[in-house]
């Protein structure tokens, strides 16, 4: 079973930068994409942005496109989540999802994913 461990999460103040990475441990064979997602008090959780193991795909929500970016080291089976520019409507626990998700669809759903890490909290003081 896939384990995620994600780390980086802290506070910041608008306009500034934070990193969050994510890396899998255990069977991660059947694993092809890897996301963020976050979750604000009183609010359901959220797509971020997801990509796939393999090739360059990558997808991003409206609310942070242009500002934060999503990468990954296959040979860590580390995914990281850059982001800048935060505002403090970014305040929010973020979570690292896995899984085997159809190739032909957009996984922005927390609905494919299998595999969800513990969350890190990010907050943005303005």
């Known amino acids: 079973q896939v384990q995620l461990v994600e780390s980086g999460g802290g506070l910041v103040q608008a306009g500034g930068s934070l990193r969050l990475s994510c890396a899998a441990h255990?069977?991660?064979?059947?694993?092809?994409?890897m996301g963020w997602f976050r979750q604000a008090p009183g609010k359901e959780r959220e797509f971020v942005a997801t990509?796939?193991?393999?090739?360059?795909?990558?997808y991003y929500s409206d609310s942070v496109k242009g500002r934060f970016t999503i990468s990954r080291d296959n040979t860590k089976n580390t995914i990281y989540l850059q982001m800048t520019s935060l505002k403090p409507e970014d305040t929010a626990v973020y979570y690292c999802?896995?899984?085997?998700?159809?190739?032909?669809?957009?996984?922005?759903?927390?609905?494919?994913?299998?595999?969800w890490g513990q969350g890190t909290q990010v907050t943005v003081s303005s």
């Open positions: 999802a896995a899984g085997p998700t159809p190739d032909f669809i957009t996984p922005d759903s927390r609905l494919y994913y299998r595999y």
């Open positions: 255990g069977g991660t064979f059947s694993v092809n994409a």
């Open positions: 990509i796939r193991w393999s090739g360059s795909n990558t």
